[in-house]
């Protein structure tokens, strides 16, 4: 089946708009309609850190009793989004990306980076934190590996993580979410003022 050119320079145009960063009166309410959505699919709420405990229920031999218990039908909703999550990721950073984009941040945060030895801002993340060369230095291991570690721990502790409770929690009125949210800004304003400048 082949298809007339006329289709084919149309696919292209919408492509090309595509490309390049969303603004944010478009992101922000796609986003916020994730939440109704799945409200009506179910009654469920939505948050990403949960389905590494149903992959590892799904995976694992079934000799711990915590991941003992019917994850297809608790979790594979949340799997099928988080691997639909991973697709688009992917569409969006390989085929609806601009390689000329860059992200664009303020004059002073600009100079802050680079007094703290970031140099590469070519990217969506700085090359200088964020890279496999990177993981072989102490920052690196202790921004990569032991934050990725606490963001693990402490979204289960709290019971979900960003997504879970500062989009779905927060529109279903939840005094927990509201404390969640309030601690991950904390902490990332604790991560970049006091943290960051010792590490660098």
């Not at 202790?142 to 929690?169: D, E, K, M, Q």
Request: with cysteine; aromatic share 12%; glycine share 12%.
């Amino acid at each position: 089946m082949h298809t007339s050119p006329d289709r084919h320079f149309a696919m292209t145009e919408m492509i090309e708009m595509l490309k390049g960063p969303w603004t944010w009166w478009v992101a922000g309410p796609l986003i916020g309609l994730v939440v109704p959505f799945v409200f009506w699919y179910g009654g469920r709420k939505w948050g990403v850190s949960q389905s590494l405990q149903h992959l590892c229920a799904a995976t694992l031999p079934r000799g711990i009793e915590y991941f003992r218990y019917d994850w297809w039908r608790e979790g594979a909703w949340s799997l099928a989004m988080v691997a639909g999550m991973i697709v688009g990721g992917f569409l969006g950073g390989r085929i609806l990306s601009n390689p000329e984009y860059v992200v664009p941040i303020s004059d002073a945060t600009h100079r802050d980076l680079v007094a703290l030895g970031v140099g590469s801002f070519d990217g969506m993340v700085p090359s200088d934190l964020f890279s496999f060369h990177s993981l072989l230095t102490l920052p690196g291991v202790v921004l990569i590996v032991v934050g990725a570690f606490l963001v693990g721990f402490g979204a289960r502790y709290a019971n979900g993580c960003t997504s879970g409770h500062a989009i779905s929690g927060l529109a279903n009125l939840q005094p927990s979410s509201l404390l969640a949210v309030v601690g991950f800004f904390v902490g990332g304003l604790i991560s970049v003022h006091l943290i960051l400048p010792l590490l660098f």
